[in-house]
Nanobody, 121 residues
Framework: VQLQASGGGLVQPGASLRLSCAAS????????????LGWFRQVSGKEREFVGA????????NYADSVKDRFTISREKYKNTLYLQMNSLKPEDTANYYC???????????WGQGTLVTVSS
């Protein structure tokens, strides 16, 4: 599985930004229906932090408390693309954001490269 994140940038506090993650690498005819995809973030020198995830087949989402009600994860199943809509951004949301995936019942196993989000006035 390959994951390609994009959409990071510099925004002011209170602004919105949408990250995308293109997922690929499954055998022909296979889908991500048995996978969970999600987002993590990491500030240099700190532990990687879970942001949220979606069960690909059902669309069920869960979020870290720090982003609940501000961030929304969605997916376009037929484009194999994951999104992270971030609203009301705060300086403490500044981090490298990574998309990740795992087969259901397995640990997080697949990681994309990070995309940097900087929230600053």
């Amino acid at each position: 599985v390959q994951l390609q994140a994009s959409g990071g940038g510099l925004v002011q506090p209170g602004a919105s930004l949408r990250l995308s993650c293109a997922a690929s690498g499954l055998a022909p005819g296979r889908t991500f229906s048995n996978y969970v995809l999600g987002w993590f973030r990491q500030v240099s020198g700190k532990e990687r932090e879970f942001v949220g995830a979606v069960t690909w087949s059902t669309g069920h989402t869960n979020y870290a408390d720090s982003v609940k009600d501000r961030f929304t994860i969605s997916r376009e199943k037929y484009k194999n693309t994951l999104y992270l809509q971030m609203n009301s951004l705060k300086p403490e949301d500044t981090a490298n954001y990574y998309c990740a995936a795992h087969f259901r019942g397995q640990p997080w196993s697949y990681w994309g490269q990070g995309t940097l989000v900087t929230v600053s006035s």
